[in-house]
């Protein structure tokens, strides 16, 4: 069982930069840690995931509408991983929601067995 709490959301102002957290706790860390947000009356969508593909060598992803922006990382000691969002707009606005799995496409929502309860970002002046 993996418990996950995300942290760090609030207000910005756009083009700021926002880093959010995400600590795992429990008997292990996903092997794919996973970035989803979801705005008011829309469905949820993929961030950015982060996949141990072996020994300490990772692979990141991200959804287009985030690449050159948005950098995930992880500290797997800490059990956390983190997302940093840079040049934020406000169609960034969401609830942000942090993902473990084991195995699966990282991209995929249902690949994710355990979800955090979600931090909220705002984008606006």
């Known amino acids: 069982q993996v418990q996950l709490v995300e942290s760090g959301g609030g207000l910005v102002q756009p083009g700021g930069s926002l880093r959010i957290s995400c600590a795992a706790s429990g008997r292990t860390f996903g092997t794919t840690m996973g970035w989803f947000r979801q705005a008011p009356g829309k469905e949820r969508e993929f961030v950015a995931a982060?996949?141990?593909?072996?020994?300490?060598?990772?692979?990141?992803y991200y959804a287009d509408s985030v690449k050159g922006r948005f950098t995930i990382s992880r500290d797997n000691a800490k059990m956390t991983v983190f997302l940093q969002m840079n040049s934020l707009k406000p169609e960034d606005t969401a609830d942000y929601y942090c993902a473990a799995a084991n195995n699966g496409l990282a991209t995929n929502g249902g690949t994710y067995e355990y979800w955090g309860q979600g931090t909220q970002v705002t984008v606006s002046s």
């Open positions: 982060i996949s141990r593909i072996g020994g300490s060598t990772y692979n990141a």
